[in-house]
């Protein structure tokens, strides 16, 4: 098993690891942000990242049917957390009329489904939650949560197991109490969720 300290090692080794003044997904800002895809490009870096986090998630739930991630940041890792857990990987990607994740392209959750859901960064868990709904309404069951990394204090208890690869504790701040806004640095917003309209 890969541990915190090597973990951290192959995300800097990736300069997947960054400074300087960001918005996250939640519209929160940070002086640091993880860009997961700078590591997961890498398809031999992604494969085995996704089989350590595979490892930490055997035992979740009778046994896991489902991985399902939300696009685009999730994608690469829930298909390689799939493959060694022999689960189907799904995605769900946002409307642009509503803004809210759906399944689409012929993907279904069915009652009974054991759905293990994977992102690559959980700070607030607003996306995983709605993956949750969408599991919930097809009748099947979130048997826990899985991620390259955790950051920040704000992760909402999902009341099922969750698992990470490393935890960072990056403080990320409300725009109105953001050093770097005070300071007038650049924003830079490197994040896939779109923008409200």
Do not use: W
Request: aromatic share 6%.
């Amino acid at each position: 098993m890969l541990t915190e300290k090597e973990v951290r090692q192959i995300l800097e080794a990736a300069r997947a690891l960054m400074q300087g003044h960001f918005q996250l997904s939640s519209g929160r800002h940070s002086l640091f942000y993880l860009q997961c895809a700078k590591v997961l490009q890498y398809p031999d870096l992604a494969a085995r990242l996704g089989e350590e986090l595979a490892k930490k998630c055997h035992g979740l739930g009778k046994k896991i049917s489902v991985v399902l991630s939300p696009a685009v940041g999730g994608l690469i890792l829930g298909h390689e957390v799939a493959r060694p857990l022999s689960a189907r990987c799904l995605f769900a990607e946002r409307e642009k009329s509503s803004g809210l994740f759906s399944l689409r392209r012929g993907f279904q959750l069915k009652r009974g489904d054991e759905v293990l859901l994977v992102d690559d960064v959980l700070t607030t868990g607003g996306s995983l939650r709605e993956l949750a709904q969408l599991a919930a309404a097809a009748g099947a069951k979130v048997a826990g949560i899985a991620s390259l990394a955790e950051r920040g204090s704000h992760v909402v208890d999902f009341a099922v197991p969750r698992r990470t690869l490393i935890k960072l504790d990056f403080e990320d701040y409300a725009p109105a109490d953001c050093p770097a806004c005070r300071n007038r640095l650049p924003l830079e917003k490197p994040g896939s969720k779109p923008e409200a309209s």
